[in-house]
C-alpha cells in the first residue's frame, strides 16, 4: 500500500502553514506601507490646494482647516550660510579644508519659502519660490528672516 505517513503528513501542514504566515504578513506590511502612501499623498492634495490659495495670496502665511495645519516661513541664503558657518566651526569636515567664497555666496541673496503640512502625525515639507509679492507687503525683516509676528 503507498501513501504518506502520519509524519509526512503533518510536516506537509507544518510547511503550509509556515508558508501561509509568512504570506499574511506580508499583506499585513503591504497594507501598512499603502496605508502610509494614501497619507502622504492626501497631504500632497493638500499641499497642492495651499500653494494654489499661496499664489492668489502670497501675505497668508499660516492656516488651520479641521485635522490639517499649514506654515509658510521665509527663508534665505544668509540662514544657510549661519548654519554652514557653525559646522566648519565644529571641525566636521576632514584635514583638506574645504573653501567656500563667502562672500561670493551672500553677492546674491538666494530666498525660497518653505511650507510645512501637518495633518495628525504626518508632515511634509514643499519649498516654494520666493514670493516678491509677500516681501513687498512688509512680511520680510531687513535681514530676510521669518517675520516676527510668529
Do not use: C, H
Amino acid at each position: 500500500m503507498r501513501g504518506f505517513t502520519l509524519v509526512e503528513a503533518l510536516i506537509a501542514v507544518l510547511v503550509l502553514g509556515l508558508v501561509v504566515t509568512a504570506s499574511l504578513k506580508l499583506v499585513m506590511l503591504s497594507e501598512r506601507g499603502l496605508a502610509q502612501v494614501r497619507v502622504k499623498e492626501d497631504l500632497l492634495d493638500e499641499a497642492n490646494r495651499y500653494m494654489v490659495e499661496l499664489a492668489v495670496d502670497p501675505t497668508n502665511d499660516f492656516g488651520v482647516s479641521g485635522d490639517v495645519s499649514w506654515e509658510v516661513e521665509e527663508r534665505s541664503m544668509n540662514e544657510l550660510l549661519d548654519s554652514a558657518l557653525v559646522l566648519e566651526g565644529l571641525k566636521l569636515f576632514s584635514e583638506q579644508s574645504v573653501s567656500v567664497d563667502i562672500e561670493k555666496l551672500v553677492e546674491r541673496e538666494y530666498r525660497w519659502r518653505e511650507m510645512e503640512l501637518k495633518k495628525g502625525d504626518e508632515s511634509i515639507r514643499l519649498f516654494l519660490p520666493f514670493s516678491e509679492l509677500a516681501a513687498a507687503s512688509g512680511d520680510l525683516t531687513a535681514s530676510g528672516d521669518s517675520r516676527s509676528g510668529q
